[in-house]
Every structure is written in C-alpha cells, then in structure tokens.
C-alpha cells in the first residue's frame, strides 16, 4: 500500500513561475525524500529531510515538513521547462532500521516555455 | 549521473519465462535495493541486500528472488513471468543499509511480458 500520497496529481505552469506540489503521509516517519524522474527513467534525488528538520533548501528548491500534520511540501521556484518531470516523496516508518522507501504516486509536473 | 547502472535497457519475453535483471552499485555503497514501477505508479519496494544477505522484503512472491555479490553488484531474477510483471524495474545504492540515507538509483530496466 502506498505510505505517501502527492497532490495534485498534474500541475501545469509556465516559465518563470513557482510549482508547489504536496505530499501527505500515514505514519510517523524517521525522514522523508523527494525524487524527480523524466520520462519514466530513474529517479534523481533531490532532498532529503529528516523529522527533526522543518525547512531545508537546495538551490531552487525548499521542502518543508510538518510532523504534525504528517505533509511536506515541495517548492520549485523559478521554474524552467527542463523541470518538467514526475516528483515522488518517498519516506520510511519511524523506528524502522532498513532503509525501505515508500512512494506516493507523484505529481506531474509541465512547465510550458 | 548517480553512479549505478543497470542492464539491460529493455527486455521483453513471454508468460511463463524466467529473466535476470543486473545492477552495479555506487563505488563505496555495499547496501542495494531492487523496486517495481507499475506505470502512473510509485516504485514499491521488493526487497533489499546488505552485505550479500537478504535484509528486508516487500509484499512479493517467492519467485522474486534476488543476489548480491562480493563486489556489491546484485541481481533480480523473476520466475514464472506473469503479464502483470511488466513495469520498470529499479535498483538503488546506499551506504550502511539502514534508514536515513539517501538512496541513488539505476536507470532502470523495463520489462515487458506478452
């Protein structure tokens, strides 16, 4: 069964403009990582963010986590076209020592030149 | 590049065949997890090698099994192919095997069953 869950599902913009896409999760987690994928390819990590961290930022981007309401949020600003890509969260269950990920379905995100 | 590669690209066969999927780790990395990626889904977790041992498995059939080798390289091999076997299959490295550290993943392989 799926842990995380990312909204929306599509999100379309253009250039220029910022994507914020979400992610909500069930149960407690230890961290919790975005990845990008093109096109059905591999998964490129962005982030990582542990439960004990509220912010953290990566260039464009900046991830936010709420333990509280169990949700991160996944911040691209400035968006450009190469950005257009699948976004998953994926995160582990708190007291868990293997490193299993869980995924969401993602959001898919076009940014229009 | 993340440093992990898989092979092959793209492979299809038949219901019923047995096939062998290969994945080489990131230098340094001795922990390799294998994921299935259902299309319009997440990967979901198969299972994962720590130090050549089993370390962990999803909510799949024995005939998934898996290797790992002296030099950290690892194998998926799936049994008795079903048509719903068919997704992008993908490996991702770590280092130490536990929760917390990022994992970096393969290409991918995309299996195909008729």
Not at chain 1, 18 to 26: E, G
Not at chain 2, 55 to 64: A, C, I, V
Request: glycine share 10%; aromatic share 10%; with cysteine.
């Amino acid at each position: 069964s799926q842990q995380g869950e990312e909204d929306p599902q599509a999100l379309s913009i253009q250039e220029g403009e910022n994507a914020t896409m979400n992610c909500s999760y069930k149960t407690s987690i230890n961290n919790l990582q975005w990845y990008r994928q093109n096109s059905g390819r591999g998964l490129v990590h962005l982030i990582l963010i542990r439960s004990n961290e509220r912010e953290k930022h990566s260039g464009r981007l900046r991830v936010t986590l709420d333990t509280s309401k169990k949700s991160s949020s996944l911040l691209i600003t400035a968006s450009r076209a190469a950005d257009t890509a699948s976004y998953f969260c994926a995160t582990d269950f708190m007291g868990s020592t293997l490193g299993r990920l869980y995924f969401g379905r993602g959001t898919q995100l076009t940014v229009w030149p | 590049e993340t440093g992990v590669t898989q092979s092959p690209t793209h492979l299809i066969k038949t219901r019923g065949q047995q096939v062998t999927l290969r994945c080489s780790s990131q230098s340094g990395h001795n922990t390799v997890s294998w994921y299935q990626q259902a299309l319009g889904q997440g990967p979901q977790f198969i299972f994962q090698y720590y130090r050549e041992e089993e370390n962990g498995r999803g909510n799949f059939p024995p005939r998934f099994s898996g290797l790992q080798f002296p030099n950290y390289s690892s194998e998926l091999n799936v049994n008795a192919l079903e048509l719903d076997d068919s997704a992008l299959y993908l490996c991702a490295s770590t280092q130490g095997g536990g929760a917390g550290e990022t994992q970096y993943f393969g290409p991918g392989t995309r299996l195909l069953v008729l």
